[in-house]
């Protein structure tokens, strides 16, 4: 995965499919550079395609209860659980951008409002006239 999936997220839903192990294996990888990019950020972790074996629902999967994620069952399929892991990934987000106290998040607002600043100060300039401009010599 790329660094730039993790830019200004504010959440995280990880997905694992029931029938495929090596999917539930990648999960620690993800969550070790997930957590290097955005260590605050709530996580999700979801066991898809539970369609295929309800069974499974019975599980423990180590991993969430390791690190005290919430573990959601779904079904992409037949819509099991979909909307209720989106509306409580929503909620978390939503909660972790007004409440964030990550040293990243701080970051990112300064450079925004340094951005904002600058192109309103060129704005101010070009209304009033005073804008330079460059002419090659």
Not at 76 to 84: F, L, M, P, Q, S
Not at 123 to 137: K, N, R
Request: charged share 25%; with cysteine.
């Amino acid at each position: 995965m790329h660094a730039s999936y993790y830019h200004k997220a504010h959440a995280c839903i990880m997905v694992f499919d029931v029938q495929r192990k090596v999917t539930y294996k990648n999960l620690s990888t993800w969550y070790t550079e997930l957590r290097e990019f955005r260590p605050e950020i709530p996580c999700i972790v979801v066991a898809n395609k539970i369609d295929a074996d309800i069974k499974v629902t019975q599980k423990s999967f180590s991993f969430a209860r390791k690190f005290s994620l919430p573990l959601y069952f779904v079904s992409a399929a037949d819509g099991t659980n979909v909307v209720k892991l989106f509306n409580d990934a929503i909620r978390l987000a939503v909660s972790y951008k007004q409440n964030s106290q990550d040293f990243m998040d701080e970051i990112l607002q300064e450079l925004e409002n340094f951005t904002l600043e600058q192109k309103e100060d060129v704005a101010d300039q070009e209304e009033s006239g005073h804008a330079e401009t460059l002419s090659p010599s």
